[in-house]
């Protein structure tokens, strides 16, 4: 659906509407070998790595 349906939009230039940066990341994982902790405290870089190479297992 177009975004103009979206109420309380913040519009600028274009329509545009953001928050800040988020200050915590839930990176949830299919990880059936145990690779990953269950609670683990990434650097930026890291979370950066494990989302854009799709970490998971094939079940």
Same mark, same amino acid.
């Given at each position: /659906?177009?975004?103009?349906? &979206?109420?309380? &939009?913040?519009?600028? !230039?274009?329509? !545009? ?8 990341? &839930?990176?949830? $994982?299919?990880?059936?070998?145990? !690779?990953?902790?269950?609670?683990? &405290?990434? #650097?930026?870089?890291? #979370?950066? /790595? /494990?989302?854009? $190479?799709?970490? #998971?297992?094939?079940?």
């Amino acid at each position: /659906y177009p975004i103009e349906h &979206i109420e309380k &939009i913040v519009k600028r !230039v274009r329509p !545009v509407s953001s928050g800040p940066a988020a200050k915590n990341v &839930i990176f949830l $994982s299919a990880d059936a070998f145990g !690779v990953l902790p269950p609670v683990s &405290i990434l #650097t930026p870089e890291q #979370t950066q /790595y /494990y989302f854009l $190479s799709g970490f #998971t297992a094939k079940l």
